[in-house]
């Protein structure tokens, strides 16, 4: 069979979870022995005790200490798996990522998800694990780097830029815990505010009503919450020029907000805007390449995940499992896009 050499091929997976949880429990099985690996690659005793991430959930996440002990059960019982499915003071990590609130009549948010191949799910994972039922995209078997509840919240996050570390969750269970509790912007932001994060992460919140917050998260500073339309991989007030050189941040911001200034703006262009430069990265080689494009829409309750060739769109109601083949060019040159 001949292969195209312009091209790499990743499998994306869409699972529904069901009550007896025998999906999530297949798919922790799969990925287990590598997020292992990347949880102890400082050795046993950089990370915090079972007890000490149960006190966390239990003081910033009380409604979902249920659901964590049944997933820490399907995986095994473990004091590891259960240590790491807390996301409390997880290792440090980076991404890139750009998101931005259409400004039309059907509230939409639209976000690039920049990240390395190696430690992505590659999971599109819809649940019913507390009072709404929610779709987004898995990060850390737990938690989500973008979704939507069937209440028309959608959440989408960026790394904020900043290097410091501190005590606090991983940001995707606190994406995962505010999509299974919230059911508009302003709640939200509130939930956003409060809970502690281990590093800086900007979080967009959009619901039904076209509401909107962006949230800027950070372990050594109280949290900053904004009506931004825009988030890229800085926050305000930070001059972090090293971070900002090689992620190009504030070309990326300008870029998106002269785009809201556009008249003839459709949602389709909007959408298809992240799928070129500025937005669009091919950095692969520095595992900050564009994953996908996520088109998130809270009155549909539905994400249209994008890439140059194709696109896939599930809903909350209407889900199907599936898999899909996604060929991700490796030169720009490559790109078509219509």
């Known amino acids: 069979m001949h292969r195209d050499h312009r091209f790499v091929d990743l499998s994306f997976s869409a699972i529904a979870d069901d009550d ?61 798996a259960a240590r790491f499915l807390s996301l409390w003071c997880p290792p440090a990590y980076h991404s890139g990522c750009s998101q931005a609130v259409w400004p039309g009549s059907e509230p939409l ?3 690039n998800y920049d990240y390395s191949t190696r430690y992505f799910d590659r999971v599109i994972l819809r649940t019913h ?69 281990h590093m800086a992460y900007n979080v967009t919140a959009l619901d039904v009503d076209g509401r909107r917050a962006t949230v800027h998260l950070a ?32 070309e990326r911001e300008r870029y998106l ?20 430069p500025p937005l669009f990265s091919l950095a692969n080689e520095r595992e900050r390449g564009t994953l996908y494009t996520a088109a998130l829409w809270p009155c549909r309750r539905q994400i249209s995940y994008r890439w140059p060739h194709t696109e896939w769109t599930l809903g909350v109601d209407h889900f199907e499992p599936g898999v899909r083949q996604v060929h991700y060019p490796r030169e720009m040159r490559a790109v078509a896009v219509k």
């Open 20 to 80: 007896s949880g025998q999906p999530w429990q297949r798919l922790f099985a799969q990925l287990w022995p590598a997020y292992r690996s990347w949880y102890l690659r400082d050795g046993h005793l950089a990370r915090p005790s079972f007890l000490a991430c149960r006190r966390a959930l239990e003081k910033h996440m009380p409604e979902f200490v249920e659901r964590w002990q049944q997933l820490v059960e399907l995986a095994g019982g473990g004091d590891v």
């Open 109 to 111: 948010l639209v976000r």
């Open 129 to 197: 694990w507390g009072p709404h039922r929610v779709l987004g995209t898995s990060d850390c078997l737990i938690g989500l780097v973008d979704g939507v509840n069937d209440a028309g919240l959608a959440l989408s996050l960026t790394f904020g830029g900043r290097r410091a570390v501190g005590e606090g969750f991983g940001v995707p269970i606190v994406l995962r815990y505010v999509l299974e509790t919230c059911s508009s912007a302003p709640q939200a932001a509130k939930v956003l505010a409060r809970i502690p994060t």
């Open 219 to 250: 372990p050594d500073k109280p949290a900053l919450v904004t009506p931004a339309a825009v988030a890229t991989n800085h926050q305000p007030g930070d001059d972090h020029r090293d971070h900002i050189y090689q992620s190009a941040t504030v």
């Open 257 to 276: 907000l002269n785009r809201l200034m556009l008249h003839e703006e459709t949602q389709e262009r909007f959408i298809a805007a992240f799928l070129r």
